[in-house]
C-alpha cells in the first residue's frame, strides 16, 4: 500500500523474525487505531502474540467493526504509557504510534518513556516509532525525538515513507538489525 505500516514491517524482521518462528514471538503496538498493522502482522507472521493498546474506546470498536481486526489481536482501552508501566510482559517489537498530525503527547515522547519502552523489550528487540511529520533545520522535532531515543537505544535508522509526511525510526540495542533485515527478508512468504 506504500503507507507507513509497510515500512513498519521491517521492525518484526528486524527482530529475528522470519515468519516460520512466531510461537515465542510478540508484538506490542501502542496507539493501535484501525488495526492495520496488527493485521499485517497476523498475516505475515502467524502464531505471534500481538498486543495493542488503544486509548479510546471508539476506535478499538472501529478496529474491530469495520477493518476485520483479528480476533486472536488482544486490545487493551488504555494509555500505552500507562499500559507498559504496569505490565511486565516483553516483546520482540514495540511500535509507538500514538502520535497525531504534529501532536506529540510529552508523556511518550521522553527519555523515561523511552527507557519505559525499551525496558520492556526481548534482548535483540526492536522499536519502531511512526513520527507523522517531517521537519528539516536544526531543531526540527524529528530531530529532538531522535536525539532523545538515541540516549536510550545504541542503534538507530529512519527512513522517509514516500508520497507522505510520515518518517518511521527503528531503534534497538542490538547491532545486527539491519543485516537480520537483509537476511530475513527473503524469507518471508
Same mark, same amino acid.
Given at each position: 500500500?506504500?503507507?507507513?505500516?509497510?515500512?513498519? $514491517?521491517?521492525?518484526?524482521?528486524?527482530?529475528?523474525?522470519? &515468519?516460520?518462528?512466531? @510461537?515465542d514471538?510478540?508484538?506490542?503496538?501502542? &496507539?493501535?487505531?484501525?488495526?492495520?498493522?496488527?493485521?499485517?502482522?497476523?498475516?505475515?507472521?502467524?502464531?505471534?502474540?500481538? %498486543?495493542?493498546?488503544?486509548?479510546? %474506546?471508539?476506535?478499538?470498536?472501529?478496529?474491530?467493526?469495520?477493518?476485520?481486526?483479528?480476533?486472536?489481536? @488482544?486490545?487493551?482501552?488504555?494509555? &500505552?504509557?500507562?499500559?507498559?508501566?504496569?505490565?511486565?510482559?516483553?516483546?520482540?517489537?514495540?511500535?509507538?504510534?500514538?502520535? %497525531?498530525?504534529?501532536?506529540?503527547?510529552?508523556?511518550?515522547?521522553?527519555?523515561?518513556?523511552?527507557? /519505559?519502552?525499551?525496558?520492556? $523489550?526481548?534482548?535483540?528487540?526492536?522499536?519502531?516509532?511512526?513520527?507523522?511529520?517531517?521537519?528539516?533545520?536544526? &531543531? +526540527?522535532?524529528?530531530?529532538? /525525538?531522535?536525539?532523545?531515543?538515541?540516549?536510550?537505544?545504541?542503534? @538507530?535508522?529512519?527512513?522517509?515513507?514516500? +508520497?507522505? !509526511? +510520515?518518517r @518511521?525510526?527503528?531503534?534497538?540495542? +542490538?547491532?545486527?538489525?539491519?543485516?537480520n /533485515?537483509?537476511?530475513? !527478508?527473503?524469507?518471508?512468504?
Amino acid at each position: 500500500t506504500n503507507m507507513y505500516y509497510d515500512y513498519a $514491517l521491517a521492525a518484526p524482521v528486524m527482530a529475528g523474525m522470519t &515468519g516460520a518462528d512466531n @510461537e515465542d514471538r510478540s508484538i506490542m503496538i501502542l &496507539g493501535m487505531g484501525s488495526g492495520t498493522f496488527a493485521s499485517y502482522c497476523t498475516r505475515l507472521f502467524p502464531g505471534t502474540h500481538i %498486543q495493542g493498546a488503544e486509548i479510546d %474506546q471508539k476506535i478499538a470498536d472501529i478496529a474491530t467493526e469495520y477493518f476485520d481486526l483479528p480476533e486472536s489481536v @488482544e486490545v487493551e482501552v488504555a494509555d &500505552g504509557r500507562a499500559y507498559l508501566t504496569a505490565s511486565e510482559d516483553k516483546y520482540d517489537v514495540i511500535m509507538v504510534d500514538a502520535y %497525531q498530525d504534529i501532536t506529540i503527547p510529552f508523556q511518550m515522547s521522553s527519555v523515561e518513556f523511552f527507557t /519505559l519502552v525499551k525496558d520492556h $523489550l526481548n534482548e535483540d528487540g526492536v522499536m519502531v516509532v511512526n513520527m507523522n511529520m517531517r521537519g528539516s533545520g536544526d &531543531g +526540527n522535532i524529528n530531530q529532538y /525525538l531522535s536525539d532523545t531515543i538515541g540516549q536510550v537505544f545504541d542503534v @538507530e535508522y529512519t527512513v522517509d515513507v514516500a +508520497n507522505t !509526511t +510520515n518518517r @518511521e525510526l527503528f531503534a534497538s540495542n +542490538n547491532p545486527s538489525i539491519m543485516e537480520n /533485515l537483509q537476511a530475513n !527478508t527473503k524469507q518471508i512468504t
